[in-house]
């Protein structure tokens, strides 16, 4: 049986003369237990490694843009790195067993997150990680 990977996909934009309305979740596999939001006031703030057995979450950024890195930590090289924004909004979804986190790119990022457990089942379910166990993975590098 083949197991869930971090993945990312663009939100849908719906835009009529009132502004724009970006879907975030929409599906009824999905049970979303709780929602939460987190501010970084500073470009360069990460938050992570974080790890969950059980837990999915589902992160969205609403403000700024923020740079998302996933992997299992049993297979360290195999890195999954994502990229979302207000301006192009993307739905990264973290299967259970992914240390994750993630750091934002401009000040004042907003993380919008959606997650499968209460925060007292997440918190029985939660390691943390240094995060720079896997090196500086949080770095924009030049291309």
């Known amino acids: 049986m083949r197991?869930?990977?971090?993945?990312?996909?663009?939100?849908?934009?719906?835009?009529d003369d009132r502004g724009y309305f970006a879907l975030f979740?929409?599906?009824k596999e999905v049970e979303v237990k709780r929602v939460y939001y987190v501010v970084n006031?500073?470009?360069?703030?990460?938050?992570?490694?974080?790890?969950?057995k059980k837990e999915w979450k589902y992160f969205t950024i609403v403000r700024g843009s923020a740079k998302f890195v996933a992997l299992d930590p049993k297979k360290p090289k195999e890195k999954f790195t994502f990229i979302s924004s207000e301006r192009s909004p993307?739905?990264?979804s973290i299967p259970p067993g992914y240390a994750n986190g993630w750091v934002s790119?401009?000040?004042t990022a907003i993380l919008l997150c959606?997650?499968?457990a209460t925060?007292?089942?997440s918190l029985k379910d939660d390691k943390r990680f240094d995060p720079y166990?896997?090196?500086?993975?949080?770095s924009v590098k030049g291309k």
């Open 90 to 92: 993307a739905v990264i």
């Open 119 to 121: 925060t007292k089942e």
């Open 105 to 107: 790119l401009e000040d």
């Open 133 to 138: 166990k896997w090196g500086d993975v949080w």
């Open 41 to 52: 006031p500073a470009r360069g703030t990460v938050r992570g490694f974080h790890f969950h």
């Open 3 to 15: 197991h869930p990977i971090p993945s990312a996909k663009a939100s849908e934009i719906f835009t």
């Open 114 to 116: 959606a997650s499968t």
């Open 25 to 27: 979740i929409d599906n």
